[in-house]
């Protein structure tokens, strides 16, 4: 029988995390070891949670990394190096994604494919979304001088990437670039400095690039100029957020905005943010008439 425990989380109920700061596990018995088998199945568990909720969002390309990350840079969680060590269809499946993914295996062409056919339905109608654009703007433009610029949006530095390789394929009808912030101790990869970062909006308002993938960074204050085309990538629960992104368009002239969503837990997502965007405009309006 298992000792008891204390679980303390301080989230929404269907978000976990692995943050110290986020739960707490008060200890009952210090060298009990069904605690520490107890704690280690939390810690598995958590991670596992992690990677369906990447699979969700973003699809087998992250899933992959995310356990390539913990399994090669967290060497404290002995569970999940055990578990796979131990469960032979766990250590299939991930060399299977390896196969498909880790650029030691494949080309960037073959990669390109597999996230098309497999990886995510998301990516396929993304590609689709943004050829279309430029294609019916090259076919309507008035002036041969005319350009139209598009931003993605994207959570996920490995997702940003993911997009800009694969946008890549349609050169010179697309020319994406990744815009991400400064690499920290919790960030995946290289993030991009200030300097490069200035740059690269000044190559993008001057049309060195028409499509920039970006995560939150290209949510802030930067003026980035006018954009005809906004497409999320990922639901976001923030109204703050949301709103931030799609004011990036409609500037100039008449803009679109695209959301792409799995159906069920980040349609929900989704939903509960656009709530509460009507709420807080409800509110600042209440507030505006009780001034008058």
């Known amino acids: 029988m298992f000792v008891p425990f204390v679980l303390s989380i301080h989230s929404t109920p269907s978000r976990f995390t692995e943050e110290k700061n986020n739960f707490s596990i008060e200890k009952l018995s210090q060298t009990d070891r069904q ?15 992690h990677a369906l909720d990447e ?6 390309q992250s899933v992959y990394n995310f356990f390539k990350k913990k399994l090669t840079e967290d060497k404290k969680n002995n569970i999940l190096h055990a578990t796979f060590r131990n469960n032979t269809e766990l250590n299939e499946i991930y060399i299977e994604l390896q196969n498909l993914f880790d650029l030691s295996q494949v080309t960037t062409e073959q990669r390109c494919k597999t996230s098309l056919q497999i ?12 050829v279309e654009h430029f294609q019916t703007f090259e076919r309507t433009k008035t002036k041969p001088t005319d350009q139209t610029r598009v931003i993605i949006f ?22 994406p670039m990744a815009f991400i ?4 101790s919790h960030a995946t990869g290289q993030g991009i400095n200030q300097k490069l970062q ?9 049309g060195g690039y028409n499509v920039l993938i970006a995560t939150s960074i290209g949510e802030e204050g930067l003026d980035i100029g006018s954009v005809d085309l906004i497409i999320c990538f990922d639901a976001l629960k923030s109204p703050i957020r949301l709103v931030q992104r799609m ?3 409609g500037r100039a002239r008449q803009g679109r ?6 159906e069920g837990k980040e349609e929900r997502t989704y939903v509960e943010g656009e709530m509460q965007q009507k709420r807080i405009f409800k509110l600042i309006v209440d507030g505006a008439r009780m001034l008058e």
């Open 181 to 184: 912030g400064q690499a920290t």
């Open 257 to 262: 905005i695209v959301l792409l969503m799995t």
């Open 154 to 175: 994207s959570e996920k530095r490995d997702s940003v990437r993911e997009i800009t390789e694969l946008l890549e394929q349609d050169r010179p009808l697309i020319k």
């Open 55 to 60: 699979l969700e969002k973003h699809g087998l």
């Open 198 to 206: 200035k740059k690269v909006v000044t190559d993008f308002r001057a």
């Open 247 to 249: 004011g990036r368009t």
């Open 119 to 130: 990886a995510h339905p998301k990516l396929s109608k993304l590609r689709e979304c943004v």
């Open 35 to 49: 605690y520490q088998e107890a704690k280690s199945v939390l810690f598995f568990s958590i991670s596992f949670f």
